[in-house]
């Protein structure tokens, strides 16, 4: 999606791509992809977040266009990809973290690159890593913003209250919707499954207020300092359903993951070189997730900057295009 908002200098110039297309994935699934930069330069695939947030122009813009050929595509059910899962009909039996995981390994060999260096912030940290952890081999680096890994703490922590500390506005009109449906809401109380059920209400005036409350409360609490413009583009009705539709789906479901799983296997990604750059005042993904992976991964090197969790924040923005510079130097 477009935003509004002022990029930090840190990043490099907007740049269009000069390949796009489509990849059948199966399923019925059809998904974006796109390539900029260096027809002939290092690839690097960018795993964007949500679940369900989709590709942005503004992602291609951590590279050097340069010395990087860059990869964007869009996950199954949201951005350009199809069918979108704000439809009426939407299925999501076939978007798992596992269904994710083939099609990121499909789209390297449907560009015929052979290995690639794998970003991924928010939910693209979880992706990233469920991917190298199957496919090893074809991943050169690793740089990893704001990790999540689905443990239930984390989503506790965001969705049941913890986060609401900090964020009460926000987090009063997060419970709007569960309030109107199942009047005021008890002890233990599981938010993100009352969600599910709003969202994957047929009728549309339950559906598509319960979607913009959603997914506003994680645009109110994505960056340090509060961006009206970063919620005005995540109130778009279409877009907040299907981001909120696939992300709630992912959590009722835990990932598909066994509790921990991503940082239990990180002995097959060990020798990869990898950079965690995370917030320390990260409310949606808190630091002591990184902090976690880092103790279990300690040859990955551990960056904790003074921000929240959007990787535009500057302190972000500036250690990830220092990781990818370093980076496209190495062969």
């Known amino acids: 999606m477009t935003t509004t908002e002022v990029y930090p200098a840190e990043l490099y110039p907007e740049v269009e791509p000069f390949r796009t297309g489509r990849l059948e994935v199966g399923d019925g699934h059809s998904l974006y992809w796109e390539e900029s930069g260096n027809p002939d330069g290092k690839p690097v695939v960018f795993v964007h977040g949500g679940p369900g947030g989709g590709s942005s122009p503004l992602h291609r813009r951590f590279f050097d266009p340069a010395r990087y050929r860059i990869v964007l595509y869009d996950q199954r059910g949201c951005g350009r990809s199809a069918p979108h899962a704000s439809a009426p009909d939407a299925d999501l039996s076939s978007n798992t973290t596992w269904h994710l995981v083939d099609d990121l390994e499909r789209l390297r060999l449907d560009r015929g690159i ?23 081999g074809v991943v050169t680096e690793l740089v990893l913003r704001g990790i999540f890994t689905l443990r239930r703490s984390e989503l506790d922590w965001y969705y049941n209250g913890g986060a609401a500390n900090l964020a009460p506005q926000w987090w009063e009109r997060f419970e709007a919707p569960l309030i109107r449906a199942f009047g005021e809401l008890p ?25 913009v409350a959603w997914t506003t409360w994680e645009a109110a609490t994505s960056t340090l300092e509060f961006s009206q413009a970063l919620v005005d583009d995540f109130s778009d009705p279409d877009f907040a359903l299907a981001f909120a539709r696939i992300e709630n789906h992912y959590f009722v479901n835990a990932g598909w993951l066994d509790e921990g799983q991503l940082i239990a296997g990180v002995d097959a990604i060990r020798s990869i070189p990898a950079v965690i750059v995370q917030g320390r005042y990260d409310l949606p993904c808190p630091a002591v997730t990184a902090w976690e992976l880092h103790r279990a991964w300690p040859e990955a090197d551990f960056r904790l900057v003074q921000a929240g969790h959007a990787a535009t924040e500057p302190a972000i923005a500036a250690e990830l295009v220092a990781a990818t510079d370093t980076f496209a130097r190495r062969s």
């Open 114 to 136: 052979e290995r690639w260096q794998v970003f991924g912030g928010s939910w693209g940290s979880a992706l990233a890593l469920a991917y190298a952890q199957a496919h090893p």
């Open 187 to 211: 002890a233990g109380f599981d938010r993100i499954a009352g969600y599910h059920e709003l969202l994957f209400d047929a009728d549309p005036a339950v559906h598509r207020p319960a979607g």
